[in-house]
């Protein structure tokens, strides 16, 4: 596959690939060519979105639906979507900051040297590309700082908000089993905010029958009303929901989605968040799908925690040590048990066992799939502290039967992190200052009709 042509904005979301362990909600930017005068977007608390960042982004969303132009809304409500992501993606790297995350510069570059090995590059290969394409190199470096800070806060919540239960799992493992089918789904959301009045659930409930309408009459199709309309996370991704079990989905909506037929789409349910359309966009046999072959790595480490009674400069210069007793010949498993503060592998030499890129964190990720067989990585940060990798071996494993358990608990987190992270964000949103100061500062509260559709009557049946 040729690479020399390939945009910043693919470049971007390779980083995605590479080092995301969730998906994000805002995506990276990419660079419009042309300059003009800044100006303030909007206030942000203490932040600002220029008027620049705003042409970038809404610059990248055009490119990603080139040739489909017509399934974007217009231009000023597609300014106020995407305005709305930037501004979470200000509130939520000022949070991670204010929480103690941070991302120091040799993080930035290693998340840098993954995106362009994904691209089959070098570095200097990639950072000229980025600047050919009219991009500012600091920039792009900024942007893919903002990413991992991001990446982490959501890690970060995960870990403190979600958890799967035993019980939780046996019962989507024998959902499953009796169902035997997935579902891909996506859906249309007009949002109501927490304590809505009479009149704005009547407003919201009249904006979803006329989308509703829309649809049943053909004049537009469910993924170009979800781009328009929503004002779900996933609108500029035409709402997809992707594959789901049965026990994926909200007991509240799974007999209708049980009940459609490919291609329809519910009546208007209203749900925790607002009123929802939802799309049963095809269906496929669990044993149907494809086989999930994974690479995994086997690797040991050494960790130096940070904390009271260890600064960060201190663990790096004791992780530096290490190192380079390592490269002057110690054996690491020795090093490991005598050093290693991870209370779960230090007995075992450091060893880590086989494990998936994504398992222990971006971090992770960036470097062992940077390392060769036996080589040892420099010392690098986490948020558990600082770490020295051995990468032992590699092999391609289809997770098929015996990890099961792992998958669905895995499905199960990431479900409920979706909905307690998508109601985190909007009381973020909700606790912030923000004073937009461009075309969109009339535009209305997401669940006005301003951008709704004539209400139309509600069909008596989803089609």
């Not at 989308?211 to 053909?218: D, P, V, W």
């Not at 046999?285 to 130096?304: E, F, N």
């Not at 390392?371 to 494993?397: M, Y």
Request: glycine share 8%; hydrophobic share 40%; proline share 5%.
């Amino acid at each position: 596959m040729k690479t020399s042509s390939r945009p910043v904005k693919t470049l971007l979301a390779c980083l995605l690939s590479a080092l995301v362990v969730a998906p994000t909600v805002a995506p990276l930017p990419v660079y419009a060519q042309s300059q003009e005068l800044d100006r303030i977007a909007a206030v942000v608390n203490e932040d600002v979105v220029l008027r620049s960042e705003l042409d970038r982004a809404v610059a990248n969303i055009r490119s990603q639906y080139a040739g489909k132009e017509n399934q974007l809304p217009p231009q000023d409500v597609l300014e106020r979507q995407v305005l709305e992501r930037l501004i979470l993606t200000k509130l939520q790297v000022a949070r991670a900051e204010e929480t103690g995350i941070r991302v120091n510069d040799e993080e930035v570059d290693q998340a840098i040297a993954a995106v362009a090995q994904q691209n089959g590059v070098g570095v200097d290969q990639l950072r000229q590309r980025v600047t050919s394409d009219g991009t500012s190199y600091a920039d792009f470096r900024a942007s893919i700082r903002e990413e991992l800070l991001m990446q982490r806060l959501r890690q970060r919540f995960a870990q403190s908000r979600v958890n799967v239960s035993e019980a939780e799992i046996e019962s989507a493992l024998a959902a499953t089993a009796k169902s035997g089918r997935q579902y891909h789904l996506a859906h249309i959301l007009v949002s109501l905010p927490d304590g809505a009045t009479p009149e704005q659930i009547e407003t919201a409930q009249k904006k979803i029958e006329g989308i509703k309408g829309l649809l049943a009459r053909g004049e537009m199709d469910f993924k170009a009303a979800a781009v328009r309309y929503s004002d779900s996370p996933n609108a500029l991704e035409g709402g997809d929901l992707g594959w789901r079990s049965a026990d994926e989905i909200p007991s509240a909506f799974a007999q209708l989605v049980n009940n459609l037929q490919a291609g329809q789409v519910t009546d208007p349910i209203r749900g925790p968040s607002g009123f929802q359309l939802l799309q049963l966009v095809e269906v496929r046999d669990a044993s149907s799908a494809p086989a999930q072959m994974v690479t995994q790595y086997h690797g040991r480490h050494i960790l130096i925690r940070v904390g009271d009674a260890k600064t960060d400069d201190q663990a790096h210069a004791e992780a530096d040590t290490l190192a380079a007793r390592l490269a002057g010949g110690a054996d690491f498993a020795e090093l490991a048990k005598a050093n290693s503060q991870d209370q779960n592998s230090a007995g075992k030499g450091g060893d880590l066992g086989w494990f998936t890129a994504d398992e222990f964190g971006p971090e992770f990720r960036a470097q062992v799939t940077l390392l060769s067989d036996n080589q040892v990585s420099k010392p690098f940060r986490t948020q558990a502290g600082w770490h020295v990798l051995q990468r032992l071996g590699t092999r391609e494993s289809n997770v098929g039967d015996q990890n099961r358990r792992a998958q669905v608990a895995e499905m199960l987190g990431r479900r409920k992190l979706e909905d307690q992270w998508n109601l985190y964000l909007r009381e973020l949103r909700g606790e912030a200052y923000v004073d937009v100061r461009v075309g969109a500062q009339s535009a209305p509260a997401p669940a006005t009709p301003a951008t709704a559709p004539a209400p139309q009557p509600a069909p008596a049946s989803g089609g």
